[in-house]
């Protein structure tokens, strides 16, 4: 996922025929030959959300060999991670007084795997924890009208394909849904396409 948004940036493709030395000497585990192309193991999500980290760096020449690519990489997720807490913390507002959504919101940033591990590198786990707060968010909303309805499909959807093993969580929220007015269950599930067809 580091070198994603570089060849994005690069060619505007997904593969990783551009860095050899990712392959040379044997494919490893986070790397898939398919169709003549090396691609990741792994969905690309997580480098789309760091394009606009990278996008000055790679304008100004960065090259893969840069030490400044460690840095973009733990800058992307660690902002991607604490836009998670962010909204986290105004989902829990509408919820509850404030002084306990700062309390919770403390306790999810630093008293679980998110500023230890999902803030660390490109992995799945911080656009799914960012997805799914905007869902959450957007559930919280959903009685102001049906446009939040389709936002929770969207981030729904986008949390599924950033992290497949998502779809655990969304089967329950989607029957939730589904279970509901008509005219927001039909926002819900048009919502959910775009992701899925991209």
């Known amino acids: 996922a580091r070198y994603l948004p ?50 000055l760096p790679v304008l100004g020449g960065l090259t893969p060999q840069s030490h400044l690519l460690l840095d973009l990489e733990k800058i992307s997720a660690t902002l991607i991670t604490a836009l998670s807490v962010v909204i986290i913390f105004h989902t829990l507002r509408r919820l509850t007084h404030e002084h306990i959504a700062w309390v919770i919101s403390v306790v999810y940033a630093v008293g679980t795997s998110s500023f230890s591990t999902s803030s660390q590198a ?17 559930l919280v909303r959903e009685p102001e009208g049906v446009k939040y309805t389709a936002y929770a499909g969207l981030a729904l959807a986008m949390a599924v394909i950033c992290r497949p093993v998502n779809a655990l969580i969304a089967l329950p929220i989607a029957t939730y849904m589904v279970q509901g007015d008509r005219n927001q269950c039909i926002a819900f599930l048009l919502a959910t396409l775009p992701p899925f067809l991209l």
């Open 6 to 55: 570089l060849s994005l940036l690069w060619e505007f493709d997904f593969d990783l025929d551009e860095f050899p030395f990712l392959y040379e000497s044997q494919m490893p585990y986070f790397l898939q030959f398919i169709n003549g192309r090396i691609i990741s193991a792994y969905p690309p999500w997580p480098a789309v959300l760091a394009l606009p980290v990278y996008l």
């Open 122 to 138: 490109l992995f799945q786990h911080g656009p799914s924890q960012l997805f799914l707060s905007l869902t959450l968010y957007a």
